[in-house]
């Protein structure tokens, strides 16, 4: 099983919908989660980040966890075309003496106008 | 506020030659990172620098070196270049050691080994 999963899509949703991206890791002791958005031919773009104690909303973005499940979610409301671009879940995991962070391939989404 | 600066943009090598790849952050963080992004393979971490002074191996260190030059500054080396080293590569800085920190990235140098 890999550390972090997510699935590569492409995920398509019309405009103005809500499109639901999922991540899964392996580590239980795993306590912070980042969402990346990545555009083509560009670097990853922080979005947002939620640690074990509670889910987090900012604007038209969600970040859930359900650490019962093992899987953090990001929900992304009145999807625009300019939300098209490959999201990445990165979570951290238990290393050495401290922890680094895993990053999932990727969830291509495609917003249609 | 430039963030994360990475140099070259892009790079073509000829198998066997070396180069250094710059990156410098502006914005006082203790750690820094170097990732390369492969298709399909997603970000996987070559090495990391918890804090100036230190650096240790991450998931892809072979054919590579680095070096924390100072609290802003952390290269990446490349001794004989590879064609399997052609890849994207990202330096990335963050607040604390930990991994519970966001890290944030430079916008990447594409190289290419021939």
């Known amino acids: 099983q890999k550390e972090v999963e997510q699935n590569s899509g492409p995920l398509s949703v019309p405009e103005g919908a809500i499109a639901s991206l999922n991540c899964t890791y392996s580590?239980?002791?795993?306590?912070?989660f980042f969402w990346y958005r990545q555009y083509s031919g560009k670097s990853p773009e922080l979005i947002m980040f939620i640690y074990s104690n509670g889910d987090k909303e900012d604007g038209r973005f969600t970040a859930q966890l359900n650490k019962a499940s093992q899987y953090v979610s990001l929900l992304i409301r009145d999807s625009q075309p300019s939300d098209s671009a490959t999201y990445l879940c990165a979570v951290n995991i238990r290393w050495n003496q401290g922890g680094k962070l895993i990053f999932g391939q990727g969830t291509e989404l495609s917003v249609k106008p | 506020n430039a963030g994360v600066t990475q140099t070259p943009k892009f790079q073509v090598l000829k198998t066997g030659q070396s180069m250094t790849l710059q990156c410098a952050q502006d914005?006082?963080?203790?750690?820094m990172y170097w990732y390369r992004q492969d298709p399909g393979m997603g970000l996987r971490l070559i090495y990391y620098?918890?804090?100036?002074?230190?650096?240790d191996k991450g998931e892809v260190p072979n054919g590579y070196n680095v070096s924390r030059l100072n609290k802003r500054e952390f290269s990446l080396r490349l001794e004989s270049a590879a064609p399997s080293q052609t890849s994207v590569y990202f330096c990335?800085?963050?607040?604390?050691?930990?991994?519970?920190?966001?890290?944030?990235f430079g916008d990447g140098t594409r190289l290419s080994i021939l």
């Open positions: 580590d239980r002791g795993s306590q912070s």
């Open positions: 914005m006082n963080h203790n750690s």
């Open positions: 990335a800085s963050s607040e604390g050691g930990r991994s519970n920190q966001p890290q944030h």
């Open positions: 620098s918890a804090s100036e002074g230190t650096t």
